[in-house]
């Protein structure tokens, strides 16, 4: 496994330029780069055998550039709007690259050896102050892979909430026992309903009290019936989940549960809303003994936004929360959050079962592997923790700014253009709309119109589905993201795009 030092410097000095070379010219790099010839690259790539003898490292890194890394697309650059694609501070990646050299295992709380887990926890609370969180409402607090095992985080927390407190039973101790957990919610996000599924609540056990499509309207008086019809009853406890800046949901959750997984794996549906009246949900959850989660995967930060902070009014009355670094933060993947108010039920479901050899000395801070689904994990918080420490409050905050100017700048663009239509108002750094140009509105076209802008290799957008129509979104997410350079070019992509296709000749009979 050695390799001379000479070998590893020129390895590393060769990294080290791509990066710089990177950092310098991402904003001029294709955006993404289609190829025609990908099935049988796959099929090639997929065959090839571990090899008997090893390779110089050099060629090692020339192998993965024209196999992997060559014409690879440019997410982390700033006209990447697919999803919520975050970019990559430079203190993030050199936290990032310091976080493989030493190589911590995140599993244990040793302070005596390392105060890594204590920085981590450090960390978690700076996200707090940016979203002028108070500290104390979360003691437990955690880096998961993303917002999707952060909420699957809420929903085993929740389920064994609402098990001790209305049944008196332990369910990862003992199963459901024949009780019902019920998740409520408006228009969740996917993520939400495969924490369900994985949990084993039942994806057919969510139900839906949403008034509109992005499920910001609630219908209270529904919400209230369900859970007093379950709390005078002896079989059903609910976790309720709320969503503050939810970006993809699925839809037709009515349907029965078999379509609706088919669906929802493939078909999903921009809102981007917020949860209105959550003081009201939050009454009503504490009144009939129901667990309050709230999936905050981005909408978290538009608490440091003065002009946006009442769309995430009373977050920090959620039992949980889990949020997203390697989105709006733009930290590299992977880097979720998690919070909860309840130490006691972190401990009975993750602390419980423990091989001997893993028992550690008593501590101030809980051992990670006690408060969160993983044992070993990397030591995720410091390019999260470099970044906060080297740009501030500040420096965030113009960030959330400038992305929120771009996306409402280029909705206003989209509104007047003659061939689009913007189907929503722009919430935060979201944009969603449709191509109204005849030649475009075929069965089909709006994929072919997303391809069309990608084959610009100047921005990148997502299809999606709104109101049952075809729909195409985008989210801006990017430090990088710039309104005097990258404005125009998202715009002459969206105009070459429509120009790809000639318009449809009037049909004169």
Same mark, same amino acid.
């Given at each position: 496994?050695?390799?001379?030092?000479?070998?590893?410097?020129?390895?590393?000095?060769?990294?080290?330029?791509?990066?710089?070379?990177?950092?310098?010219?991402?904003?001029?790099?294709?955006?993404?780069?289609?190829?025609?010839?990908?099935?049988?690259?796959?099929?090639?790539?997929?065959?090839?055998?571990?090899?008997?003898?090893?390779?110089?490292?050099?060629?090692?890194?020339?192998?993965v550039f024209e196999t992997?890394? /060559?014409? @690879?697309?440019?997410?982390?650059g700033p006209r990447y709007?697919? *999803?919520?694609?975050?970019?990559?501070?430079?203190?993030?990646?050199?936290?990032?690259?310091?976080?493989?050299?030493?190589d911590l295992n995140m @599993?244990?709380?040793?302070?005596?050896?390392? /105060?890594?887990?204590?920085?981590?926890?450090?960390?978690?609370?700076?996200?707090?102050?940016?979203?002028?969180?108070? =500290?104390?409402?979360?003691?437990?607090?955690?880096?998961?892979?993303?917002?999707?095992?952060?909420?699957?985080?809420?929903?085993?927390?929740?389920?064994?909430?609402?098990?001790?407190?209305?049944?008196?039973?332990?369910?990862?101790?003992?199963?459901?026992?024949?009780?019902?957990?019920?998740?409520?919610?408006?228009?969740?996000?996917?993520?939400?309903?495969?924490?369900?599924?994985?949990?084993?609540?039942?994806?057919?056990?969510?139900?839906?009290?949403?008034?509109?499509? =992005?499920?910001?309207? *609630?219908?209270?008086?529904?919400?209230?019936?369900?859970?007093?019809?379950?709390?005078?009853?002896?079989?059903?406890?609910?976790?309720?989940?709320?969503?503050?800046?939810?970006?993809?949901?699925?839809?037709?959750?009515?349907?029965?549960?078999?379509?609706?997984?088919?669906?929802?794996?493939?078909?999903?549906?921009?809102?981007?809303?917020?949860?209105?009246?959550?003081?009201?949900?939050?009454?009503?959850?504490?009144?009939?003994?129901?667990?309050?989660?709230?999936?905050?995967?981005?909408?978290?930060?538009?608490?440091?936004?003065?002009?946006?902070?009442?769309?995430?009014?009373?977050?920090?009355?959620?039992?949980?929360?889990?949020?997203?670094?390697?989105?709006?933060? /733009?930290?590299?993947?992977?880097?979720?959050?998690?919070?909860?108010?309840?130490?006691?039920?972190?401990?009975?479901?993750?602390?419980?079962?423990?091989?001997?050899?893993?028992?550690?000395?008593?501590?101030?801070?809980?051992?990670?592997?006690?408060?969160?689904?993983?044992?070993?994990?990397?030591?995720?918080?410091?390019?999260?923790?470099?970044?906060?420490?080297?740009?501030?409050?500040?420096?965030?905050?113009?960030?959330?700014?400038?992305?929120?100017?771009?996306?409402?700048?280029?909705?206003?663009?989209?509104?007047?253009?003659?061939?689009?239509?913007?189907?929503?108002?722009?919430?935060?750094?979201?944009?969603?709309?449709?191509?109204?140009?005849?030649? *475009?509105?075929?069965?089909?076209?709006?994929?072919?119109?997303?391809?069309?802008?990608?084959?610009?290799?100047?921005?990148?957008?997502?299809?999606?589905? *709104?109101?049952?129509?075809?729909?195409?979104?985008?989210?801006?997410?990017?430090?990088?993201?710039?309104?005097? =350079?990258?404005?125009?070019?998202?715009?002459?992509?969206?105009?070459?795009?429509?120009?790809?296709?000639?318009?449809?000749?009037?049909?004169?009979?």
């Amino acid at each position: 496994m050695e390799i001379s030092r000479s070998e590893y410097q020129a390895a590393l000095e060769h990294i080290v330029q791509i990066a710089l070379d990177r950092n310098d010219n991402v904003q001029d790099l294709p955006v993404v780069q289609q190829n025609p010839n990908y099935l049988e690259e796959e099929a090639l790539l997929i065959s090839n055998r571990l090899p008997e003898l090893g390779q110089p490292l050099e060629k090692t890194i020339s192998q993965v550039f024209e196999t992997v890394l /060559n014409g @690879a697309p440019s997410m982390n650059g700033p006209r990447y709007f697919g *999803w919520i694609m975050g970019g990559t501070t430079p203190a993030s990646i050199v936290g990032d690259f310091l976080t493989t050299i030493y190589d911590l295992n995140m @599993a244990f709380h040793q302070p005596k050896d390392t /105060n890594a887990f204590t920085i981590e926890q450090l960390t978690l609370d700076m996200v707090l102050d940016l979203g002028h969180i108070p =500290r104390e409402a979360y003691p437990v607090k955690l880096l998961t892979t993303g917002a999707t095992a952060s909420n699957l985080a809420g929903m085993l927390l929740g389920r064994q909430w609402v098990a001790k407190k209305r049944f008196n039973i332990n369910i990862s101790e003992d199963g459901f026992c024949g009780k019902t957990i019920k998740l409520i919610g408006g228009s969740a996000h996917s993520s939400i309903i495969k924490a369900v599924g994985v949990a084993g609540i039942g994806r057919s056990n969510y139900i839906d009290v949403s008034l509109n499509e =992005r499920g910001s309207k *609630w219908d209270l008086e529904k919400l209230e019936k369900i859970l007093k019809e379950q709390k005078d009853g002896d079989s059903e406890a609910s976790i309720v989940t709320v969503g503050y800046g939810e970006v993809h949901t699925v839809l037709f959750l009515r349907l029965p549960p078999v379509i609706t997984l088919l669906i929802y794996q493939v078909i999903q549906v921009n809102t981007g809303g917020f949860t209105n009246d959550v003081d009201k949900i939050r009454a009503l959850c504490t009144k009939y003994d129901a667990w309050l989660h709230i999936d905050a995967t981005y909408g978290l930060y538009a608490r440091a936004i003065p002009s946006h902070a009442q769309y995430v009014a009373h977050i920090e009355l959620a039992d949980s929360m889990a949020s997203d670094a390697h989105k709006w933060l /733009n930290v590299p993947y992977d880097c979720g959050l998690f919070y909860t108010k309840h130490m006691d039920m972190s401990l009975e479901i993750f602390a419980a079962a423990k091989a001997s050899y893993l028992k550690i000395g008593r501590t101030i801070t809980p051992q990670p592997m006690d408060i969160g689904i993983e044992n070993s994990r990397r030591f995720r918080a410091l390019p999260l923790y470099m970044s906060l420490l080297t740009y501030g409050a500040k420096g965030y905050k113009e960030l959330f700014e400038s992305n929120c100017k771009f996306a409402a700048s280029l909705g206003e663009w989209i509104d007047l253009h003659p061939d689009f239509e913007l189907l929503s108002p722009v919430y935060l750094h979201t944009f969603l709309f449709r191509v109204s140009a005849e030649q *475009w509105t075929h069965p089909g076209g709006n994929e072919e119109f997303v391809n069309a802008v990608k084959k610009t290799e100047k921005a990148h957008v997502s299809s999606t589905m *709104w109101n049952g129509q075809p729909a195409i979104r985008g989210s801006v997410n990017n430090w990088r993201t710039r309104e005097d =350079r990258d404005l125009s070019i998202v715009q002459q992509a969206l105009e070459e795009a429509i120009r790809s296709r000639m318009p449809l000749k009037n049909n004169f009979n």
